[in-house]
């Protein structure tokens, strides 16, 4: 009798979703031994997503490995899954054929994702393995510039005569053929092709066969336009909650749909993206990346903080007789810098993520100053009399307790003021403020914080 492999969790795992463990070293001993069966065995019952994970988590030489020995673990769904980096990596291996037969189940705008990322050669070889109709949706999106609603969009569209009732639409999804396998509104059309409005599958099961669809759309129906930006559609439908949005040409044409799963992947994007450029990480690193392009994509903005943080040391130098007749500032005077680039990074973090949402305006935007300004402030009067204090009792020094805590107050606020203004300012003049903020937000809070005690203790200590 053969054993059963268990690919379920253990029931001490910390939750019940994601990948247990001891898979990995299931699977790694059965690479190891060159066993497929008992491969497939642990990959099959496997999400996509899943397998997907598991790729990426393991080192580059087992991952070749795994799949010399399994072939099929890379079907069009696993594909679609993988970071963006390491699936170009894979695609630049993939033979055309065996890539061409992994994406024929995906819909359109899962094949563009992946046809996108080859080289003019590959995108050919594997355009050309397709089907002459699916070649024609895939080859028509890739017109459409990057990053826009025709890149986003699925071809595939459910699609009725504003005329219909629910009982002839009833009919059409029962017989129709070339339907995507899920989908959520049935978009009404005139003799045009204009969309018109859209019906949710559940308004049409629920009612008589005689109602008109007309008479069932929904009030959230908005469309699209090709051109339009991704991160504008992904807004529109975290804002307005849309499940599915049409999306026009320029003559307001029905070519395609967005659904909330593509929609939401777009803001997920670019949240990652935003946490990266905050943390001074260019590009789209993920934990499969080699060596070498993690040091690509970290050593510019290490280069800058270098830069700057040699412009700080200089405001220091300028007080080298000040530190030399009172050790105790060099003591301190971290501390004023260290608390105001904390308080800046909040800010900052607030409003990168106001900005990318959208929530902070022209409008808002003096209210959203003067009140980081009152935290700064507050913030500061607080920690100014703790540091008082430490500065009384710890060096004996009651000046030197007010020094530094005047120093706190000043700083505080600045950082306040420029986590906002800094972030605000990149982006009216085009530069992305997650990527660029956090250096500069740094830098002033340093000047500004060795700056205000620096130049207190001089005029006030000596």
Do not use: C
Not at 59 to 73: K, P
Not at 161 to 183: K, M, N, T
């Amino acid at each position: 009798m053969t054993d059963q492999i268990d690919t379920a969790p253990d029931q001490d795992d910390e939750d019940d979703f994601g990948l247990p463990p001891r898979l990995f070293d299931d699977v790694l001993d059965a690479v190891e031994a060159g066993d497929r069966a008992a491969l497939e065995a642990l990959l099959e019952p496997l999400h996509a997503a899943d397998i997907a994970d598991l790729l990426e988590q393991i080192e580059m030489r087992d991952r070749r490995a795994l799949l010399d020995l399994w072939s099929d673990a890379l079907n069009g769904e696993v594909l679609s899954e993988l970071d963006d980096n390491l699936r170009e990596e894979l695609l630049r291996t993939l033979p055309p054929e065996q890539l061409a037969r992994a994406v024929r189940e995906l819909e359109s705008d899962d094949v563009v994702d992946l046809v996108e990322d080859l080289d003019q050669d590959r995108q050919e070889a594997l355009l050309g393995a397709l089907p002459a109709h699916e070649r024609a949706a895939v080859e028509k999106a890739l017109a459409y510039p990057d990053y826009s609603a025709g890149r986003l969009m699925q071809v595939e569209v459910v699609r009725a005569p504003q005329h219909w009732s629910v009982g002839e639409a009833i009919d059409f999804l029962r017989h129709g053929e070339g339907l995507p396998d899920q989908f959520y509104h049935v978009i009404l059309v005139d003799p045009r092709m204009h969309p018109v409005g859209y019906v949710g599958l559940g308004r049409i099961l629920s009612s008589g066969r005689q109602v008109r669809l007309q008479d069932l759309t929904e009030d959230s129906f908005r469309t699209f336009h090709v051109e339009d930006e991704e991160g504008a559609v992904a807004y529109a439908f975290n804002q307005y909650h849309l499940i599915s949005a049409p999306v026009v040409d320029d003559e307001d044409r029905l070519v395609g749909v967005i659904t909330i799963d593509d929609a939401m992947n777009v803001l997920g994007e670019e949240l990652g993206e935003d946490m990266m450029r905050l943390g001074g990480v260019a590009g789209e690193a993920v934990m499969s990346d080699s060596v070498r392009e993690t040091t690509r994509q970290r050593l510019p903005w290490l280069a800058v903080n270098l830069a700057t943080a040699i412009i700080a040391s200089g405001v220091i130098a300028l007080f080298e007789e000040t530190i030399g007749a009172l050790v105790a500032l060099a003591v301190l005077m971290p501390i004023v810098a260290s608390m105001g680039g904390n308080a800046g990074t909040q800010s900052l973090t607030v409003a990168v993520r106001a900005i990318a949402t959208r929530d902070l305006t022209t409008k808002n935007l003096w209210r959203v100053i003067r009140r980081e300004a009152a935290v700064g402030l507050i913030n500061g009067a607080v920690f100014a009399v703790v540091m008082g204090l430490v500065g009384l009792f710890w060096f004996g020094s009651p000046m030197l307790g007010t020094v530094i805590a005047v120093a706190m107050v000043i700083n505080l606020v600045i950082a306040g003021l420029s986590g906002v203004l800094v972030p605000v300012v990149l982006d009216r003049l085009g530069a992305d403020p997650a990527l660029a903020s956090g250096t500069f937000v740094t830098t002033v809070t340093d000047v500004v914080g060795f700056f205000a005690f620096l130049g207190l203790a001089s005029v006030v200590l000596l």
